[in-house]
């Protein structure tokens, strides 16, 4: 069975330019995340879809972050404007479901540097 | 206080021993805990995964959950040069809610 895929893996971009990552969950998996890690740190929720439902994204920052998860498979998250602080591995990671049982299944990653 | 705390390291043991990570949390509401493995540059992995007080046994690692305490154990016995990652320990408070991780503890098996 295929695990999360990301892409792309690295990214290196200036400050202001847009950038997009791209996850496809497991199959069958109707709940997906999008973390954020920084060097050194657990990864941090940015926004949590049930299906193609946005029902988690209280720590997404919208005034740059957008994300969506069209027919509620494959998502997108985009930042527009990127800025220096913006450096970090983004992860996406996918559940069976959104029960406090249920395990979550990590990509690999796309480690984004702005310059 | 952090809702999820762990040692960030490093703990370094000896090839062959055994290697203790710990992790306290503040809700105690909390029902389900889990320790992913991550390795430098990789995506965190799960290890085990534990629900209830006790033992949970899986090869060479060990769960350890107490409710009471709000502590939950990760041992790892015979402890191998790749099993050098850092260790992080995730708490699930419900369902419905974001799992919270805790920064990391780094592990350094030495040969």
């Known amino acids: 069975e295929a695990g999360v895929v990301q892409s792309p893996r690295y990214k290196i971009i200036e400050k202001k330019q847009p950038v997009a990552f791209w996850c496809n969950p497991i199959?069958?998996?109707?709940?997906l995340y999008w973390y954020l890690q920084n060097l050194g740190q657990g990864p941090e929720l940015l926004i949590r879809y049930e299906n193609e439902e946005a029902v988690d994204d209280s720590q997404l920052p919208k005034d740059r972050f957008s994300a969506e998860r069209l027919k509620g498979v494959d998502s997108t998250l985009k930042i527009q404007p990127a800025e220096l602080g913006d450096s970090a591995v983004y992860l996406c990671?996918?559940?069976?479901?959104?029960?406090?049982?249920?395990?979550?299944?990590f990509g690999p990653g796309t480690r984004l540097t702005v310059l | 206080q952090k809702e999820v705390e762990q040692n960030s390291g490093p703990l370094s043991v000896p090839e062959g021993a055994i290697a203790s990570l710990n992790c306290t949390y503040s809700?105690?509401?909390?029902?389900?805990f889990f320790w992913y493995r991550q390795y430098s540059g990789k995506s965190p992995e799960l290890i085990m995964s534990?629900?209830?007080?006790g033992d949970k046994e899986d090869g060479r690692f060990t769960a350890q959950l107490n409710k009471a305490s709000q502590y939950v154990s990760l041992l790892i016995r015979d402890s191998q040069p790749s099993d050098s990652a850092t260790y992080l320990c995730?708490?699930?408070?419900?369902?419905?809610?974001?799992?919270?991780f805790g920064k990391g503890t780094r592990l350094s098996v030495i040969a």
């Open positions: 199959s069958g998996h109707n709940t």
């Open positions: 990671a996918s559940s069976l479901g959104a029960g406090v049982y249920d395990t979550q299944y």
């Open positions: 809700d105690r509401v909390s029902q389900s």
């Open positions: 534990i629900y209830s007080n």
């Open positions: 995730a708490v699930n408070r419900k369902g419905n809610t974001p799992l919270v």
